[in-house]
């Protein structure tokens, strides 16, 4: 009996411990659990390369700067320069609400004095029609440099007129500035002419309450 009783407890021990082997086994044969889809991101966040949005900054808004040419000695506008200011006005860097800078140049036919009226008429001549069009006139700065300033010879080399020349040097140059700063230094009539306006009025505005007063 005894015997008999002992081997029971054999067979017992015997088979839970193939039942503690068996569950042993079977936990470490289970796979890892899969990772999730989403990888840890919430299910409201969109990669936006999937949504076709691009990760690059918005393009930056250049300035707009362009030459107006005028044909002979005077400040009028011909037509191509009229379409061509249209233009401008309508630009997206004028409706950016930038300062707008006028720099009048003349070629070097008459003297330093009448160079420089003419070169200053010609810019006034560009921002009142800019004005007329809409544009506030304190966002307007005309600078004149006279012949100071050519981009082409006014003589030929053996001392005779360069009427190419002449004509390329009687400008506007026009430049919409659109809050971005450039790196460059200001010319010395530049400074001047800032200083100028800061103690006493314009010449535009001078010029026009004298033809007013008279």
Do not use: W, Y
């Amino acid at each position: 009996m005894r015997r008999e009783l002992k081997n029971s407890v054999i067979l017992a021990a015997a088979a839970s411990a193939l039942l503690v082997s068996g569950c042993r086994n079977a936990e470490e044969e289970q796979p890892d659990p899969a990772p999730s889809p989403d990888d840890g991101r919430s299910i409201f966040q969109q990669d936006p390369t999937e949504s076709g949005e691009s990760m690059l900054p918005p393009p930056v808004l250049l300035p707009l700067e362009t030459t107006l040419s005028f044909p002979d000695g005077t400040p009028e506008l011909t037509e191509a320069v009229r379409a061509e200011l249209a233009t401008i006005v309508e630009s997206p860097q004028v409706d950016a609400g930038g300062s707008i800078v006028l720099r009048g140049h003349s070629d070097s036919a008459g003297s330093d004095e009448i160079n420089l009226e003419t070169s200053r008429a010609r810019a006034e001549a560009v921002g009142d029609f800019l004005v007329q069009n809409g544009i506030a006139e304190e966002r307007i700065k005309i600078i004149a440099f006279g012949e100071q300033n050519p981009i082409e010879p006014n003589a030929l080399p053996d001392g005779s007129p360069n009427e190419e020349g002449r004509a390329a040097n009687r400008r506007v140059e026009v430049t919409v500035e659109t809050g971005r700063q450039v790196d460059r230094e200001q010319t010395l009539i530049e400074t001047l002419s800032e200083s100028e306006q800061g103690e006493t009025p314009s010449p535009r505005a001078s010029d026009r309450a004298g033809r007013q007063a008279r």
